[in-house]
């Protein structure tokens, strides 16, 4: 049983940066595909990021590429969320997932998840 718990959030101006971090523990994290989910009030969660097991394996969602980076650190247990130019629209709930081995991007198949961790975008 994995347990994930974000952190990093936080109040931002329009083009600043945050880097939100999910330490994870009660599994083997190498064996996991790691995920960040986002949802705003009203709107349904959405795919941000993953990164695979082999850690160059990731993939954006096209409204945070160029923009966002995922990175791990297996030695930490810990997944993480560089987040630079941000803005308004990138406010949201920020959710950590985990799945074992297999990419994707669909919410539905990742099997644990963390509380979240709040991002708010001034403009």
């Known amino acids: 049983q994995l347990t994930l718990v974000e952190s990093g959030g936080g109040l931002v101006q329009a083009g600043g940066s945050l880097r939100l971090s999910c330490a994870a523990s009660?599994?083997?994290?190498?064996?996991?595909?790691m995920a960040w989910f986002r949802q705003d009030p009203g709107k349904e969660r959405e795919f941000v990021a993953y990164?695979?097991?082999?850690?160059?394996?990731?993939e954006y969602a096209d409204s945070v590429k160029g923009r966002f980076s995922i990175s791990r650190d297996n030695a930490e247990n810990t997944v993480y969320l560089q987040m630079n130019s941000l803005k308004p629209e990138d406010t949201a709930l920020y959710y950590c997932a985990a799945k074992k081995w297999s990419l994707t991007t669909r919410e539905g198949e990742y099997e644990y998840w963390g509380q979240g961790t709040q991002v708010t975008v001034s403009s």
């Open positions: 009660g599994g083997d994290f190498a064996w996991y595909t």
């Open positions: 990164i695979g097991s082999i850690p160059d394996i990731t």
